[in-house]
Structures are given as C-alpha cells and as structure tokens.
C-alpha cells in the first residue's frame, strides 16, 4: 500500500489526516491522548503491553515496553513513539502484533520479524528475542529452486505468527496446535504451508493468543461435492449399518473403527509406527471428521436413523490426518488441560455441523426426497433442523441449489433391503417420503444454527446440552418467528416410526402442494461481470487452536489441530474477522458483528450463554457495525450512528486508573459491560476510520473534514451500509415469507410465478453487488480513503445494467398484473395491518391498498440512484471546478441522474399499461387482444375516442388503434392486427392539397392511411410512433437507459430488422431477417421459408439481387439444391455455381432462373455410374453453341457444336484409344461427311450414318499410301464391307501420296467460333452490346464498379477470401489508368503492358476474369484424353483467335493504340530515350518487338504461361519420333571428351578454349576434359526449357551466341567478327552439350507463336541456326 496521496481537493496537513488516539477503559472520565507524530499514521496495530505504527512514508514507530531490547529504552510511554531504524529504507506496507513480538510487511511483500522469539514466532532459529525488525525469507520448498513467497498480510499472536500469500495460502510459524500445521515437533522455526488450506481462497487471517482465524471465500459448488465412500478408509468395514427390529428397522452410522491412535495417559496424541495417513477420508477440506462418544446405541421403538455431516463416527483426526478415538474420559481431560493441545480435532458434541455437509451426505440417497426426509429424522429431535432445501432461494447466497446427483450408496441398499424385511409398511412410508419436499422452511436465523445436531443415542446430560444450545440458536435468531418452532415440532414429529399411519393427513397435503423455488437468490460467484472488481460476500470463517474459552466458534472448549469451517457463519457474508487473547469476532456486511470465545468481562457484547457458537453481539437498532478491534479482554466496535461522523463502542473490562494489567484469572470486583457501551467522546475525534485493540489498549485513527472531502466520503459509505440493510431486511422480513407461502403459485398463476422469479432473481442480484460495493466503500475508507477506486465510478456500467434490470423485471411483474395477485397470499401473511410492510416501504400514507404497497416497496431501490447522484456531486464539490477529478465525479454524477430518471418514466409507462389492461375489458370485446398482454410490452397511447380512424373505412366499422412499444394494433369488431414496429414507417400527408390529418403508414405488406381528427393530434402520433419505431429498433424502449433528450425527430428509412409474412404469395408464412428500405427488404438479409428453403444475400426493393445463397431440399432426396451467385429482380443472374441434390454440378451464367451463356457441368464422380464434364455455351438451360464434352465413362472428348443438348453440326471427336474423327453431327450422331484416323495413321474420308459406322462413298487410306476408293458400310473396328477400287499408288506415281495426305481442321469447328460466347460475355460486362461496339469512357466506368462491387462482396464473406498481393493490385486497379487516352508512346505502351498484366491476375477485372475462363476451357479441352497429337494444329490456332480476339477488347478500351504490326513512333526530344535506343540498335539490328505493335507481344507474356502445360504436351506427342532420333544421337555424342567432340564437328583449332576456369581457377584443357569447354554457353542454352514464350526463348539464344562469343573473343583479338562456316560448328557443340530433351517442340513452338516481325532479323537468323543444329544431329552419322 502506497503512502497516503493527497487528492488535489484536499490540501490537508499532517494534523489533518491519520491522527492517533489511544485510551483504555470505557468511563467518562476517559479521554483520550493523541500521538503526535510528523506523519499520518496508516495503521497501528497493539499487543499486551506494545505497540506498533505505520506513518506515511513507510516508517515504522513502536511504544510500550520492549524487554527484548537490549539498550536502555526498555519502555516508552505511548505519547512518545521511538522510531525502528533498522527498518528504514524498506518502504513498510502493513505491520502486525502479537503478545510480545512484532511484524511488519514492506511492499515487495517481505516480511520482518522482532520481539520475543522463545517459541519460534518469529521465525528465527536459535534466538530466543530478536531486539530489531529482521528479515524472514518465507520459501515455498515445492518448487525446484525454492522460491520467496510473496506476502499480503501478516497477523501475530502469542507463540505463534500467520502470513496471508499473494496466492492466498497461509503460512503459519511458532508453536501450539494454532499453527494448524501437520507437525509435532514444536517450536516451528521456519515458516510453513497450512496445506489443510491449500486450494481455498483465504481472504484475511487473524491470531489470538493461542487460536487462529481465516476469511475464506467459498468453493464454487462443483468442487465442494464429491463422492462419499461406502467404507471406512482404513479397516475396510461399512460405514452404515441395518439392525430389523420386529416392527422398524434401525439404520446407524456410527461406525466405530478400532484402528485409531493409542492415547497416552497425558493426553498427548501420538501416531501408530509406520502409520501414513489415510488418503481420501474427508469428504471435503471443509469437513473434518468429529469425534464421538463410543456409547452404544440404546435399542427403542423408533427408528434411529442418525444424521450427521461426517459420514464417519468416532473420529478425530489427528495432526497429520491420522484417525484417533477418544473417550468421555479423554475429552474432559482434554478440556481442562490448556498448556497442550490433545489430539482431538473435533468433538462429536458439536451440534453445528452445515446444510451443504448434510446436502452432501444426503446426495448419497438416490432419492432427493428421501434424503431430505431422512436429514429430518434426527432422534433427539429436540433442534430446529432447516431443510436442505433451504439453501436455495434466500438463504444460501453460498451454495446454489444444485440439483443433488442421484447415485446409489450403501444406505440406499440398505432402505430397499429394509423394504422386504419390514413389509409394505415400510413401502409405502418411502414413497410418503418421495411424495414431495416435506417442509421447506427458509429460517435457518440470522444469528441461529445453520446446521443439524448430531442426534446420535447419548447420555441424559448430552441431550440437555444439545437442548440447551439448540434453544440457544433459537434466541439468538433476528429473523425467527413463531414458525420456526412449528418446523422443530414437525422435525420431532418425523422423528417418529416413518409409517404412513402415523404421518399427520394435513402435512401430506402441505407437502404435495407446489412451491416457488425459483432461484437461488444470491448469484453464485456475485455479478459475472463484478469480477474482482468487488469483495467477495461468499465467505466462510475457518478457526483452529486451543479452544478452552470456545474461542473456535464450534460449539465446544476441544481444540482443533488444523482449520476447521465454522458452518454457522457460512451463510452470513462475513467480510472481516478479528480475534482478541481469548474471544473472536466476525464483522458481516450486513454490519452485524458476531462474537464468541471467552465472555469473563462481557468482551463478546452479549451475555447469552454458552458462547461456542457465534452469536450478534447486541445493540441498539440501527447500529450499523464497519470496523472491529479486539484486546485481551475488551472489543471495541466503529459503527455509523444517527449522523455519518462514526461512533466508538466498548465492550469488555473496565480499566481502573493507575492499576497495571491484571491476570486473567483475578478478574472479579472488576466492573464490565453487559452490552456494548458507547464512548462519550468518540464525536471528539472526528472522522474515525478504523480502531485498533491490543491487551488493555484501545487506539482510533482519525481524520479531520479537510473541504468537506472526509465526510462526503463517509456519507456516501454510510449510505451504501443503510441502503444494503435495507434490501436485505426486505429480503429477509418480505421476500423469504412471500415465496414460503403455499397459496403463492396457485394465487399468481404460472406466467407471472416465472416474473416473480425472474424478479427475485433480479432483486437478489441488486442486493447482492450492494453488499459487495458497499464493503468495497468500507474497505477504502479503512485503508486510502481516495474516490479514485470507487467501482461506482471506474465500471458504473456494472450498476447501470443491474438496476436496469431490475426495474425492467419490476415493471414486467406490474404489467401483467402480479403485485395484484400477490396482494391476496400477503393478506395471510402480513395480516389486516401490515405495519413493517409500511415501515420498509417508507410510506406514510394511511389505508393504501397492500398491492400499491408492494409496488412502492419494490420500486424503492429506484431512490438510490438519486442518492448516488447527491453524494457525487457533493464529492466533486470538493474539487477545483476545473479539475480532472471533478469532471469525473461530475460525469458519475450525471450517468445516475439520468438513469433514475430514465426509470422513473419506465414506471409511468408500467404503471399506465397495468391500468390499461385493467380497465380494458370495459372498453370493447376484440377476440384473443387479451393475447397482447406481454411482460416486456407498454401502452404508448391508443386512439379511444376516436381520435384516429382509418381512411374510407365504414360508417359502422369501429376501428381501433394501440401503439405499444414494440407493436401498433389495429383492432376491430372481431379480430385485430399487430404490425410490429420495426418494420412500420409513417409518413405524414402534406396537408395543403387534401386538407385531412392524414398519416401514411407502411408495413412489408399494407399500406394504408390513418386520419387524425386535428394537426395536434396528428403531431401527436406521429411522434409517439417514430419515437417508439426508434426505441425498438435500438432495443432502447427495453433496456436502455438512454434520457429521451438524444430522441431523433424520426427513426432512420433504412434498418435492419425480421419479419414473417402472412399475405404475399411468393414469401408466404417466410420469415425475412436483414435490411429494409421503406417496408421492402432492401440490402443483405436472410429468408426462411417453412418448407426448408433459405436465401441468404442482397436485395434490392424486395426481391433478391446481387450476390445470394440459395438453399432448396430436394423433394425425392434427402439432400439440398444450393445455389450460390448472382441474382436479379427476383432471380437467379449472372455467374453462379449451382450444386444440385443428385450431385452435378453447375459453374457459370445464368438467367431468369436457367442456365443461360458460358458454363461447366460435372455429372457424377469420377467413380459414379456416368462421369462426365461438359463446358461451353448455354441457351435456356439447355446446350447450345460451342462445347466440350469430357465423357470419361467411354474416354471420349467431343468439341464441336451443339443444339438443345444434342451434338449438331460440325466437331471433333477424339478417343482415348487414339481414335480420332472430324466432321458433321446431326441429331447427337457422326451423320454426313467426316474424316477418321486411327493411331497408325489409317484414314477414312468419306460419308456417316452413326458413331464410328462408315455408310457411302468414300476413300480408306492405309499407313502406307494404298488405298481404297468406293462405297463402304459397317462399323470402324469390327469389319468393313467395301465396293470399290484399289489403288496402289506408289507404284505408278510418285507424287501421288503428297496429294493423298489429309489435311486436318477442314471439318472442325473454325478457331473464332469457338468460346464465342465467353468473349461476348466479357464485352456485355464492359457495356457493350456486341463486340466493339459501345463507349470507352462507359467500359472503364463498368470496370470500377465492377471491382468495387466484388471488394466488398469478397469484404462481407471471408469465406471468398483474397490474398494480401490481390487485395492490393485490386486496389490499384480500381482507379481508371490515365493511359487509355491520348497518343500510345513507348512509355506509355509499357503502362498499357503492366496494366494488362494486373487485370489479367485479378479474376474479378472483367478481363482477368476472361483470362481464367479461356485457361479453363483450353485445359477442358487439350488435357486428359485431349492430349492428342492430332489436335496440335487446332490448339496452337485457338491461341492465336485468343490472342486477336483479346487485342481488339484491349484496343476498345485503349482506342488510341495502334493495330496489329502498327508502329509506336519513337520520341525524339527525350536524349534518355535516344541514348537508349542507341545501344540498343547496336545489339539488335532486325526491327524492334517493342516499336512494332504486335498481339504476341503484347499478350503472350500473359496468356502462354498459364497455357503452357496442355501445349507443350501436344509438341512433344506430334515430335516424339524426330525427337527420339535427335535424342539417341545427343547421348552417343556426349560420351566423348570436349577436345575429340571438337574435332569430330569440325570446329577450327583456333576456337579451341586453351584453358577453362574450374571453381574459380584456370584449368588447362587436355584430352580427357569433359563438359568444360563453352561451359557457361551451354548452361545459358539450358534455359530455354524453363521459359514460357517465343521472346523468350529467341532472348535465351541470343544470350548464348553472346557468351559462345565472350568466350572465343578472351583467346582472339577484339575486332573478330563470325562467318557462319565458323559460328556453326561452335553452336553445334554447345546445342549437343546442352542436352535438350525436347529440341523438336521447342523448335516448332519458337516457330508458330513467333512474333512475325522478328522472322527476319537478327533473332530470326539465330533461330534458324538453332534449327539447323536441330536437323544437323538427327542426321549425322557417326563413324
């Protein structure tokens, strides 16, 4: 904790903040004497005769009497504090003391040690003081290397210290079973882990003299409930046992095991020999097993089916867990002997074991019934028993009401064996039992027993002790009533032989009637979202030590070897504990102080008797308790008293003057309290925030009222303590009566049983973050006593959302009428008069009727908003106005206001609709109106009176009109009309031309016009309508808390909202979620139609268009249709892919819902019955044009034409047995005039009838050259019969064959028809209607919307995502190229060439998109079966269609480019580009590609590339003979060495390469060289097999000759210049070297894509050497 920061409000001194008051006694004559220190005094902390201050700064100062000091300041007086130097420079956060040692804590979380060190508290070995503050290195050993472990708090007692972690674990140190340590060996020098504690949340610890105290917050619920065993843990034996008696059956489980722990006659436990602990015994840490007396059980005529929260009986567990066994001898010894702690941890006295124990052990039981009868059934009978039902609406905001699991135990086998042995009787009392809860009261007392007593058969004296203390609980209990007793009669009753006879009739109906269990009332874990933003309410309160005094809280004077839950406070949300020598107190938020231990000076503050349990210490009403000391034998209590400045109360033993401390023992003649006493001069002292106690001492901090700041604050935390008492009185006085009455779920009925629910959930919720905040304000105010932490203020939306809530849950239950139904079930209970509900509803009123009551009572909570308004602003006003922190406060301030107003007319409208429901049936008979009645719904205004009628209704028709907050009601005689408000747009109706009030109302499906009877009217509806359209839309009109000042004059035309149709033909009974425009969908949304069809997508004026998703569930399938793409005016339009439930599959364009244009078709798996693909042209859903078809079942491929699915007209079929057919197609038949050649080469020309059957004239030639000359039929492959001539020619002519070759193509289908259909596509998506023809500037404009349009689709569904470099380039394209226009230059050109490039990447430009498809169908086509050498010829055409066809889109959008061969005219005045082109005339002397204008040039680099594959695969088939030729050559020729190869190709010795370089170093070439010579050239020539286009390829060449030249030039002089006689040779070499496998199809490629303006210069000349060499190798011979 930092040192106290001044707050820019607050300029105080020293003398202001943090002074020190210090007193003994409680007499008048008292007064107390201020410490005067330099600094503000943070905390003080006080042991028997010292005590210890932390100052601001850090600084810690000590007075009293220090015997441990081995200088001569053995005592100071308190008035004159001494500073600990040795502990300067350590900033201390915290310091602590015990008897007679001292602690203090520095902000690294260090701890340091100084005082009495005999027992080890302090932590230091071999010392027996330690004179100054040392350091204690606190280790956690489980870690590897041990680390330090940082701590939160210290707390010292007198043998023994306490350190709270950062983990919240707690370590302990000294001596004495407080330590709660598994250990016999005392003094304990170094600190170690209370492993009982380990996996619990401790919040706070506390030391007595000899016991110890820890805040823990709770489990969750589903770590506290685990599986009880069936068997005792160490001897193996049941734990319950079954005795059958003639008339009732005896289930015990007082299992006695014998494998305890000798008990040596001191009373010393010690463990067995080689003993370890028994793993797995206790139920829960929180549940340690308790011993018992081992008297037998005395056999009686009733059933003794003993109950207790330990499933295990005479136990004890010992220091480490072991089992021990005591006797009655054994714990009166234990009792007396206060020097030792006895190895009992428990004492099966205690009657106080808890619910959830019981819940526990009762979940063994597979019915929940039962077991909570059988939890009733206690033997003595003689305690009140709360049922474990209990825990769940209002008491237990610890543990939820978890539905038990059923499992099967034992004890369950057990009653259904006692069934057959007693007979029906026994039945039918279990299914009594089952019949319901049988008596769910909520009282367990506020200060009561929340537990069972351990009814097990003991002595006389037992029984009356556990009378005795139960009747105890009973007066200590603030909430009970005079029911409570009727439920301890009734547990008494069941207590009783459980047969059905002997059940009393009325209790049986109670039981079976329904209750109200609605919620638990607490949230589990507080609010989500409070997090650890807030202190934790759900607290329990562990104590172990010595418990002679009680001073553990557990019903007995055993001590506790390790931490044990005291149950009786679980419930009681704890948030602070403190222990005195011998007493201990647990401060509640509900400011409630409990008390217990040792009461010989009345230190407890009550004089009830016995105190071993916790029990409120009394005061007077309205005492609200926040900070508590405790010394030796006094306490001393801060509390909030009639104003906000605190008051001091004392209570404990008066101090005489002048006398020193007195021992314990000598107490009498000694004057003490009976009950808490106030101190007089307590108002002297100012804003007293905090006190501190120790041995007789009491000491106050206190504050002076620096600019009204210190009290402002004090205000608002005593305002959030008065307010959170009050909700929990009403929860406690109002809520837990109401929901226990039997007649609540019949008066309400179930819809409004659900609100109150949903009520007292919400309630619970408020009540509970107030608890919450308000310990978090009193916390602050003990420690910083700043603003700037205020939840309130960092997270206000916390608060806003909870009263939100609330409200809205109180209005919904006052709507549909509940506080009306509810009054009548309050009558019972409340009476006639019902005073405490006036006096908690704060009303003065007399004779109000009960319900209006309950509403004021329930919309009470509203008030505090205004008071949180008030207290901030009255903060901020101790603030510069200017400042930071006023503006905050003030902001705070405003958020309340606003909302407390924003409430306020929530209740208005509540209360309006409650009356207007309740006058309604008075007004008019609308069948099935009463139907509108709904929690969440408001009446705005209604047009009774005929202030609204419809236009050209009836004279007689009566036409009603309601406007709620999410409806308006057009009500008639007979039926009504709801139009939800979401979807409802009003206009007003000029008034000018018609002169009526009229109002135009449009719905999705009518619109009409309402007229008003004047303009204010008309205003008047207007603006309720709009405001209310806009207030649903935002969810506003629900839960906002927006003030109506932002209101807009009218909600927005366009929103987003659902609706159902009832009357449209096309979307009847569909149900439409998205946008809308003026009551038709317009923009995404999503319909729903009942039969299972979905659109998801974009619309425009009601009807899908755009991008959509359309999902159809087929009719005779178990699958959907589902269509994804583009939509117009209604249907499907544009490119789409549609997958159809039979498993086909469509990509391509659509039209007026069929496929229309250029698409793909997938039939069937590759492994179905009929795989098969079709891509081409579409016309009505049907194929027509140009397609291929991929039957992959027969391993045909037909391109060619088609109409109305049928193959017709011209095309090409080729087979996958290398069959291959041109001609004519009629009806989906080979029909007229075709060509067919097999693989061999045989060829028939001729006439057809059907597929593959030749019919009529015709010409059969053989692979030879004879042929046939005459009329053939019959089918190809299966014979032939032939009337005609044969003819031989070579014979005869020799030039005949030249002419019998067939020319191929002639009948296919010519190259710029086909893909005609893509090309007009891409031109309609420029905005042309036919090719070339329309305007540039449009096409450019298309272009950008376009890709804008497809941006954000792609934007909207990540499921189409683009890559981060296509994002970009989209970007880029966007933007309209500045080139498009103007005379082309070359630099220009070059910007036209990168544009192109970008489009063509980007599918969604129009011509990237062209470029996809066009690759798409040339693979369709030439891949697969396709790849036939036949079809080189017409591939290597349709390239070039592609290319013309392309150039002319790319010249209409750039018109100014010139046309195929055209020239760029050089710039002349630019010199960079003279200086450029001079050099580059120097290399090149042909004309250059890049001033000529050429389709190649410009559009190969793009298109090639992604073509290159099917093509190249073409070359290879049509040249693979050539190329196994040149290929077997190439490898015979490169066995030889460098210098024998040159030789054999005659290369002159001159350009012979004397030496080559090897890694870098010259190598001189000798005969045996290999693959070094022209090196460099032949890795260069490699290259041409990786590159993609003609250019490219010639620019490998080039780059060969160069570096075959470098290399002959380094040997010759300069000025050489080749012949081809030698250059020849020399290339030769490098082309064998090279080893290019397929020579052949480079060379062929190179040849018909070459840009035609290169043929003849000097690339020309260069590729005709290369072709040369080609030739050359496939006919040298080698000798």
């Known amino acids: ?196 504690l380990v996996g619990r949340h401790v919040l706070q610890v506390a030391c007595g003299a000899f016991h110890s105290l820890a805040l823990v917050r709770c489990l969750p619920p589903q770590e506290s409930r685990r599986p009880l065993p069936d068997k005792c843990g160490q001897c193996n034996q049941l734990l319950y046992t079954m005795t059958d008696k003639e008339d009732h059956v005896i289930i015990s489980d007082s299992h006695y095991c014998p494998l305890g722990v000798e008990l040596l006659a001191e009373g010393e436990a010690r463990l067995g020999p080689g003993r370890s602990p028994p793993l797995g015994l206790l139920s829960s840490p929180s549940e340690p097993l308790l011993s018992s007396h081992t008297s037998a059980s005395a056999p009686g005529p009733h059933p003794s089916i003993t109950e207790h929260t330990d499933y295990e009986r005479g136990r004890t567990v010992a220091q480490n867990g072991e089992v021990l066994t005591t006797t009655d001898a054994d714990i009166s010894a234990s009792g007396t002997d206060s020097d030792r702690c006895v190895g009992g941890a428990g004492s099966r006295n205690s009657p106080y074991p808890d619910d959830q124990a019981v819940k526990e052990y009762l979940k063994k039981l597979s019915d929940t019934s039962l077991a909570e009868e059988t939890a009733k059934m206690t033997i003595a009978g003689a305690s009140f028993l709360p049922p474990a039902d209990s825990l769940d609406l209002l008491t237990s905001d610890l543990i939820p009401g978890v539905m038990p699991v059923t499992t099967s135990s034992a004890l369950n086998n057990l009653v259904s064996s006692c069934a057959s042995a007693v007979g029906e009787r026994v039945v039918s009392t279990y299914e009594a039992l089952s019949l319901k809860k049988m008596i769910n009261y909520y009282y367990p007392g506020v200060g009561g027993v929340a537990g069972v007593p351990g009814g097990f058969p003991g002595g006389p004296a037992e029984v009356r002790v556990r009378l005795e203390e139960s009747m105890q609980g009973k007066k200590s209990c603030s909430t009970g009533d005079i029911r409570e007793e009727e439920a301890e009669g009734l547990s008494r009753r069941l207590s009783l032989p459980g047969l059905l006879s002997q059940v009393s009739p009325r209790l049986l109906r109670r039981a079976s009637r329904p209750r109200v269990r609605a919620v638990p009332l607490t949230p589990v874990g507080g609010l989500p979202e409070a997090g650890e933003l807030l202190p ?87 005492i609200r308790v926040w900070d508590v000391g405790a010394g030796a034998q006094h306490t001393l209590l801060l509390a909030d008293g009639d104003c906000y400045q605190p008051i001091l109360y004392y209570s404990g033993q008066q101090v005489r003057e002048g006398v020193q401390d007195t021992p314990q023992d000598q107490t009498e003649g000694y004057s003490y309290t009976q009950q808490p006493v106030l101190l007089p001069f307590c108002m002297n002292l100012g804003y007293v925030s905090g006190v501190f106690a120790g041995g007789q001492s009491c000491v106050a901090l206190a504050d002076r009222n620096a600019m009204g700041f210190i009290a402002s604050l004090h205000e608002l935390a005593t305002a959030e303590r008065k307010f959170y008492c009050k909700l929990s009185s009403v929860k406690n006085h109002i809520l837990r009566p109401l929901l226990d009455l039997e007649s609540l779920s019949t008066a309400l009925g179930p819809a409004s049983t659900v609100l109150l629910r949903s009520l007292v959930r919400c309630y619970s919720r408020l009540c509970h973050l107030t608890g919450q905040h308000s310990a978090s304000i009193t916390s602050n105010l003990r420690r910083r006593r700043e603003f700037k932490s205020l939840v309130m203020l960092e997270h206000a939306s916390i608060f806003l959302d909870t009263y939100n809530e609330y409200c809205c849950s109180v209005g919904n239950f006052l709507v549909m009428g509940g506080f009306q139904a509810l009054a009548k079930p309050s009558l019972e209970f409340f009476g006639k008069c019902p005073e405490l509900l006036q006096r908690l509803a704060e009303s003065s009123e007399e004779n109000i009727p009960l319900s209006d009551l309950l509403v004021t009572l329930f919309y009470l909570p509203m008030r505090h908003l205004h008071e949180y308004g008030r207290l901030l602003l009255k903060l901020g006003t101790c603030f510069e106005v200017s400042s930071v922190d006023y503006q905050k406060l003030q902001d705070g301030c405003s958020k309340f206001e606003a909302l407390a107003l924003h409430l306020k007319r929530r209740r208005k409208e509540a209360e309006y609709t409650y009356h207007f429901w309740k006058s309604f049936p008075g007004k008019m008979t609308v069948s099935g109106l009463d139907s509108l009645r709904k929690p969440r719904r408001r009446l705005i205004c209604e047009s009774s009176n005929k202030a609204l009628t419809l236009q050209n209704s009836g004279r007689f028709s009566v036409n009603w009109f309601i406007l709620f907050n999410d409806a308006l009601v057009h009500a008639q005689f007979s039926t009504h009309h709801v139009f939800p408000l979401a979807t409802l747009w009003v206009e007003p109706i000029p008034e000018e031309n018609t002169g009526l009030h009229g109002l135009k109302l449009i719905s999705p499906e009518e619109t009409f016009t309402l007229l008003a009877c004047s303009s204010m009217e008309k205003a008047k509806w207007l603006r309720s309508i709009n405001q209310a359209v806009d207030q649903a839309m935002t969810g506003a009109g629900q839960s906002g808390s927006g003030s109506g000042a932002g209101q807009r004059a009218e909600p927005p035309i366009s929103r987003t909202a659902s609706y159902t149709f009832y009357k449209d033909s096309r979307l009847k009974e569909a149900t439409y979620e998205g946008r809308w425009l003026a009551g038709k969908p317009n923009g995404r949304g999503v319909v729903k139609w009942l039969d299972g069809r979905i659109y998801t997508g974009t619309f425009k004026n009601g009807l899908e268009d755009g991008f959509g998703d359309y999902v159809m569930p087929s009719k005779t399938l178990n699958l959907n249709d589902h269509y994804q793409g583009h939509w117009k005016e209604g249907k499907m339009h544009g490119i789409g892919t549609y997958k159809y439930a039979t498993g086909e599959l469509y990509e391509g364009s659509f039209q007026d819902n069929m496929r229309h244009g250029h698409g793909m078709l997938r039939s069937g798996t590759l492994n179905s019955s009929s795989p098969s693909v079709f891509i081409g042209q579409w016309v009505h859903d049907k194929k027509t044009g140009y397609g291929v078809f991929d039957d992959i079942t027969r391993g045909e491929k037909y391109m060619g034409m088609w109409q109305d699915d049928q193959r017709q007209g011209t095309g090409v079929i080729v087979t996958q047995f290398g069959l291959y057919y041109e001609g004519a197609f009629n009806n989906n038949k080979m029909q007229g005039t075709g060509v067919l050649l097999s693989e061999d080469n045989t060829t028939y020309e001729g006439e057809f009838s059907e597929d593959w059957t030749l019919n009529g004239k015709g010409v059969l030639t053989m692979p030879n050259g004879d042929y046939f000359e005459g009329s053939f039929t019959g089918e190809w492959g299966s014979g032939l019969k032939v009337t005609g001539s044969f003819f031989k020619p070579n014979l005869y002519d020799s030039d005949g064959d030249k002419g019998r070759a067939v020319k191929l193509g002639r009948l296919a289908v010519p190259p710029e028809e086909k893909w005609r259909v893509v090309f ?360």
Not at 104 to 131: I, K, R, Y
Not at 138 to 148: A, L, R
């Open 1320 to 1679: 007009e596509e891409c031109w309609m998506r420029l905005g042309c209607e036919a090719p070339g023809q329309g305007e540039n500037q449009r096409a450019w404009e298309n272009i950008a919307v376009a890709l804008t349009t497809s941006r954000r689709q792609h934007r909207d569904s990540p499921e189409m995502n683009l890559s981060r470099t296509q994002n970009r380039m989209l970007e880029s394209l966007e933007f309209i190229p500045q080139q498009h226009v103007g005379p082309v230059t070359m630099e220009k050109y070059d910007s036209i060439r990168r544009y192109l490039i970008k489009a063509c990447d980007m599918p969604l430009h129009p011509l990237g998109r062209l470029m996809e498809t066009l690759v798409a169908v040339y693979r369709m086509t030439y891949v697969g079966v396709g790849a036939n050498r036949r079809l080189l010829l017409q591939a290597v055409n349709e390239i070039m269609s592609y290319l013309a066809r392309i150039f002319q889109l790319v010249r209409f959008l750039f018109p100014d480019l010139p046309e195929e061969g055209g020239a760029i005219p050089e710039p002349s005045s630019d010199p960079q580009d003279k200086k450029d082109s001079n050099c580059a005339d120097t290399k090149l002397e042909s004309p250059k590609p890049g001033r000529v204008v050429s389709s190649s040039a410009l559009l190969l680099p793009v298109l090639l590339p992604r073509l290159y594959p099917p093509l190249f695969t073409l070359y290879a088939l049509e040249k693979e003979k050539e190329d196994d030729v040149y290929w077997e050559c190439v490898l015979r020729l490169n066995k030889q060495p460098d210098v024998a190869l040159l030789a054999f190709l005659g290369v002159q010795h001159k350009f012979w390469p004397v030496s080559v370089p090897v890694l870098g170093e010259k190598t001189e070439v000798v005969s045996s060289t290999k693959d070094a010579c022209f090196a460099s050239a032949t890795e260069t020539l490699q290259q041409i097999s990786t590159t993609f286009t003609p250019s490219d390829k010639l620019q490998v060449i080039q780059l060969t000759f160069e570096e075959i030249t470098k290399e002959v030039m380094s040997s010759l002089e300069d000025n050489f210049l080749w012949s081809m006689d030698d250059l020849f040779p020399v290339f030769l070499y490098v082309v064998l070297r090279a080893r290019i496998r397929n020579l052949g199809s480079e060379v062929s490629l190179i040849e018909d894509l070459m840009d035609p303006c290169v043929q003849h210069g000097e690339h020309g000349i260069m590729f005709t050497t290369l072709k040369a060499c080609y030739y050359q190798i496939q006919h040298e011979k080698t000798t």
């Open 536 to 622: 934790s309410l759900q607290t329990e309160v562990w104590s172990w030590g010595r418990g002679e005094e009680g001073q553990l809280g557990h019903g007995d004077n055993l001590p506790r070897l390790q931490p044990l839950c005291i149950k009786c406070l679980s419930s009681k949300e704890v948030v602070l504990v403190a222990a005195g020598a011998h007493h201990s107190l647990a401060l509640t938020a509900q400011s409630q102080v409990f008390s217990w231990g040792s009461n010989s000076s009345g230190q407890l503050g009550h004089m009830a008797s016995p105190t071993t349990i916790p029990r409120l210490a009394k005061l007077s009403e309205g």
């Open 1 to 196: 904790m930092e040192s106290q920061r001044k707050s820019s409000g607050e300029e105080d001194s020293s003398g202001e903040r943090g002074s020190l008051h210090t007193w003994k006694g409680y007499s008048y004559s008292v007064t107390p004497e201020r410490v005067l220190l330099s600094r503000p005094v943070l905390q003080a902390a006080l042991g028997t005769r010292h005590g210890v201050l932390l100052v601001e700064g850090g600084q810690v100062y000590s007075f009293g009497e220090f015997p441990w000091k081995q200088s001569q300041v053995l005592e100071v007086g308190p008035l004159k504090p001494v500073l600990e130097s040795a502990l300067s420079g350590q900033r201390v956060v915290a310091v602590a003391a015990g008897s007679f040692h001292s602690g203090a804590l520095t902000e690294d979380g260090g701890v340091h040690m100084w005082g009495e060190n005999s027992f080890g508290q302090c932590g230091l070995s071999s010392l027996t003081v330690v004179p100054n503050p040392t350091p204690v290195a606190i280790m956690d050993p489980d870690t590897s290397p041990p680390h330090t472990i940082r701590v939160l708090e210290l707390a010292c007692g007198e043998q023994h210290s306490l350190a709270l972690s950062a983990q919240h674990e707690v370590w302990a140190w000294g001596s004495g079973c407080q330590l709660g340590l598994v250990t016999t060996i005392f003094p304990v020098w170094k600190p170690q882990k209370v492993e009982h």
